[in-house]
Antibody, heavy 122, light 107 residues
Framework: QVHLVQSGAEVRKPGASVKVSCEAS????????IHWVRQAPDQRLEWMGW????????EYAQNFQGRVTFTRDTSATTAYMELSGLTSEDTTVYFC???????????????WGQGTPVTVSA | DIQLTQSPSFLSASVGDRVTITCRAS??????LAWYQQKPGGAPKLLIY???ALQSGVPGRFSGSGSGTEFSLTVSSLQPEDFATYYC?????????FGQGTKLEIK
């Protein structure tokens, strides 16, 4: 079965960084792109970007550029999202998700990890 | 950025009802439209991809349609497990935006 399992809840102080992991199983990790999405307190979903697990290429949403870094460890079939300069506005749940696509026709995200709550508090 | 506007934001319905949620894009997005269902405390779950393709394992009472800038998700006969929040997402242009969500509640 295809699964993405994320690391557990994190608590950080303002100004600190957090690194969330997303371990893949049930598929060839190197063949896929992994996206990161967060969910604001008002429940709106916000796309953060993606990493190509095979070649390490990345795309970052402009709202997060300079503050977020995606990496991966192919031997561990795990993707990572590191967010720096944390503020209280970064307190939310972070999800990873695998991209599927049909070239030139469509793309979508499936499955999703279970989510990692991050709390930023002094 | 491409804006996605869902309507309604809240929907109250009964078991057995037929409901439709609309997602309007600020510009054309081709077939790059997906629908997700999310229950409290859970992750989004893919229901529909490429506007109208039903994800494997998703009940046939869910269907998607639309083109250009107007898309919809229909549930033909609501079941108790369908009461959740639904999101559309466009994956045609960066950033890959989501609608604000439609919370489907039991009447």
């Amino acid at each position: 079965q295809v699964h993405l399992v994320q690391s557990g809840a994190e608590v950080r102080k303002p100004g600190a960084s957090v690194k969330v992991s997303c371990e893949a199983s049930g598929f060839n990790f190197n063949d896929y792109v992994i996206h990161w999405v967060r969910q604001a307190p008002d429940q709106r979903l916000e796309w953060m970007g993606w990493i190509n697990a095979g070649n390490g290429n990345t795309e970052y949403a402009q709202n997060f550029q300079g503050r977020v870094t995606f990496t991966r460890d192919t031997s561990a079939t795990t993707a990572y999202m590191e967010l720096s300069g944390l503020t209280s506005e970064d307190t939310t749940v972070y999800f990873c998700a695998r991209e599927l696509f049909t070239s030139g026709w469509s793309r979508w995200l499936d499955p999703w990890g279970q989510g990692t709550p991050v709390t930023v508090s002094a | 950025d491409i804006q996605l506007t869902q309507s309604p934001s809240f929907l109250s319905a009964s078991v057995g009802d037929r409901v439709t949620i609309t997602c309007r894009a600020s510009q054309g997005i081709g077939n790059y439209l997906a629908w997700y269902q999310q229950k409290p405390g859970g992750a989004p779950k893919l229901l529909i991809y490429a506007t109208a393709a039903l994800q494997s394992g998703v009940p046939g009472r869910f269907s998607g349609s639309g083109s250009g800038t107007e898309f919809s998700l229909t549930v033909s006969s609501l079941q108790p497990e369908d009461f959740a929040t639904y999101y559309c997402q466009q994956l045609q242009a960066y950033p890959y935006t989501f609608g604000q969500g439609t919370k489907l509640e039991i009447k």
